[in-house]
């Protein structure tokens, strides 16, 4: 059943090319994409004012990259809420805006209740959601799932990659139709997100690396990510993949809070995991992971190949190869996984069933 696979979560992370292409490549047509709804035209989606994405968990991360690429790309507002928060808190809501509710299991009884909520107030529900006929499915007014297939290990990996893609497909199409985006630029777009697959492939390949560094931090009390945009989202699923399985205690912040506080914590030997895949602010980053550095810290950088990173930064490098910035966080996430993933498994963990932890979480 594990597919000779020692665990699930190995096989579901290893799942993740043919993931992205089941979800991708029915949702493109003549290289444009088309979320094949067909109430949700592009005059509909050229009126939508806020777009508030609302999940929990890892989905709420997936979330965070989507605002990032729907604000950068149709230059639309949109949030991203916790379920529980977002629930209780008399969220401000109209009827032009859409609600994107985010799902693996599509029973989630606070993200449930999330859009139960935006429905009572006349707001348009679109669903991401994985399991076909779920309650998420069934109430929402758009769904478009996500085909990862069954997903059995707890902590989520192959799910979360197709919700970014499905939700960079949403933002391709918005941005369009928004006239943000050229149909050439939509369509470059489209085709490098539909060959994302091909591009992971080298970093399920180098595991070993990976296996390797986890094995260099195995014994670690605690530890940061830390990164930017894109790379901020990440750092904050990367911190949650490593404490939910191997019980290490793990922070993720904002490159630039640091000095507010946390770099307070950094002591002789913490480990910093600095995530700097973004041109834009890479030098930003790269001095954030210097200043910890120079506080003792040991710091693993994730950049790109072609990086220039100074001496004094980094302890260990692990370069991504080269592809569209935008969709840099389908390749970081990879041996994100990977190294929570063989930290779990050097610590003699549960790996595919953490203590406390269900894969579907149907209560408040
Ligand atoms: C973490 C994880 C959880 C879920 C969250 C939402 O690895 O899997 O954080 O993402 O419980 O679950 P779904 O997506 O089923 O609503």
Known sequence: EKGGYPHFMLKEIHEQPAAITATVSPRVEDGMPDLRLPELTDERLRKIRNIHLVACGTAMHAGMVGKTAIERLARVHAEVDIASEFRYRDPILDPEDLVIIISQSGETSDTLAALRLAKSRGVPVLAIVNVVGSSIARAADYVLYTYAGPEIAVASTKAYMVQLCTLYLFAFRLAYAKGRLSEA????????????????????????????????????????????????????????????????????????????????????????????????????????????????????????????????????????????ELLMPLQLIVPLQLFAYYMAVLRGCDVDKPRNLAKSVTVE
């Open 185 to 324: 630029e939509t369509e470059h777009l489209t085709a490098e997100l539909l060959r994302a697959g091909e591009v992971i492939q080298p970093r399920l390949a180098d595991c070993e690396q990976i296996k390797y560094l986890a094995s260099r931090f195995v014994n670690t009390q605690s530890c940061f990510f830390i990164g930017r945009g894109f790379d901020y989202a990440l750092s904050l699923e990367g911190s949650l993949k490593l404490k939910e399985i191997s019980y290490v205690h793990s922070d993720a912040y904002a490159a630039g809070e640091l000095k507010h506080g946390t770099i307070s914590l950094i002591t002789e030997g913490v480990p910093v995991i600095a995530l700097a895949t973004q041109k834009q602010v890479y030098e930003k980053t790269i001095s954030n992971a210097k200043e910890t550095k120079s506080r003792g810290a040991r710091v693993i950088l994730f950049t790109t190949k072609d990086a220039v990173v100074p001496d004094g930064v980094a302890d260990y490098v692990v370069r991504l190869d080269d592809y569209e």
